[in-house]
């Protein structure tokens, strides 16, 4: 009965840190952009998939643990930055939001496929690389916003359970859209596809940025 117990407080004490990093993983990560678009591209050639998910999936994850590991030390010993990045990120929440509801309301096609050559390893891997560290987002998104949530979890086993739940995330998407690419092409063909995946995004981060709000002033 002890160890029921016991197991029991850990699962509860990792369980929902690993799922809130989870599902603010996949809303980050879930949008139109160069590096997904170029993901999606080898997929539907299924041209050097394996090496192109784990680059990307691999910078995300180290760049996540920086982000936890680093602000956390920050946060513990200055107040006032926790509470700047808690604004810094309910602010850039919302542009977000916002931006994917523009989207949503001017959908259009991504055409991943286009381009007749195809790329050596090297190249695809270099490639991924580039769409992934020379990309500004990368670091908003991964170092400040999911870092700034990770160091405000509670110290031990919840903050690395967060973690993991958002490096899952790049991993499971990353994954599914080069693996599932031959699937999701006649669908994300269509405007239609993104407009909705687009809007379930801008909801969801204003939604996010809400309760960011809600701290700073409780």
Same mark, same amino acid.
């Given at each position: 009965?002890?160890?029921?117990?016991?197991?029991?407080?850990?699962?509860?004490?990792?369980?929902?840190?690993?799922?809130?990093?989870?599902?603010?993983?996949?809303?980050?990560?879930?949008?139109?952009?160069?590096?997904?678009?170029?993901?999606?591209?080898?997929?539907?050639?299924?041209?050097?998939?394996?090496?192109?998910?784990?680059?990307?999936?691999?910078?995300?994850?180290?760049?996540?643990?920086?982000?936890?590991?680093?602000?956390?030390?920050?946060?513990?010993?200055?107040?006032?930055?926790?509470?700047?990045?808690?604004?810094?990120?309910?602010?850039?929440?919302?542009?977000?939001?916002?931006?994917?509801?523009?989207?949503?309301?001017?959908?259009?096609?991504?055409?991943?496929?286009?381009?007749?050559?195809?790329?050596?390893?090297?190249?695809?891997?270099?490639?991924?690389?580039?769409?992934? #560290?020379?990309?500004?987002?990368?670091?908003?998104?991964?170092?400040?916003? #999911?870092?700034?949530?990770?160091?405000?979890?509670?110290?031990? #086993?919840?903050?690395?359970?967060?973690?993991?739940?958002?490096?899952?995330?790049?991993?499971?998407?990353?994954?599914?859209?080069?693996?599932?690419?031959?699937?999701?092409?006649?669908?994300?063909?269509?405007?239609?596809?993104?407009?909705?995946?687009?809007?379930?995004?801008?909801?969801?981060?204003?939604?996010?940025?809400?309760?960011l709000w809600r701290r700073l002033l409780a």
């Open positions: 009965m002890l160890y029921l117990n016991a197991s029991g407080l850990l699962s509860s004490a990792w369980l929902a840190p690993a799922l809130t990093g989870l599902s603010l993983g996949l809303t980050l990560i879930i949008a139109i952009g160069a590096q997904n678009a170029f993901v999606l591209r080898q997929g539907l050639r299924r041209e050097h998939v394996g090496p192109v998910v784990a680059v990307c999936a691999l910078i995300d994850a180290l760049l996540i643990a920086a982000g936890v590991a680093g602000l956390a030390r920050l946060l513990g010993t200055r107040p006032a930055l926790a509470t700047a990045l808690t604004l810094g990120g309910a602010l850039f929440l919302a542009w977000y939001g916002l931006r994917a509801l523009w989207r949503a309301a001017r959908p259009g096609q991504l055409h991943a496929a286009a381009g007749s050559s195809g790329l050596t390893r090297r190249q695809a891997v270099a490639q991924a690389l580039a769409f992934t #560290v020379l990309n500004p987002h990368v670091y908003l998104d991964t170092v400040l916003l #999911v870092g700034s949530v990770g160091a405000q979890q509670s110290a031990g #086993v919840a903050r690395w359970a967060f973690t993991t739940g958002a490096c899952a995330a790049s991993l499971l998407w990353f994954a599914s859209l080069g693996y599932g690419a031959r699937w999701l092409a006649p669908v994300f063909a269509r405007p239609r596809a993104w407009q909705v995946l687009d809007g379930l995004i801008g909801l969801t981060m204003l939604l996010l940025s809400a309760l």
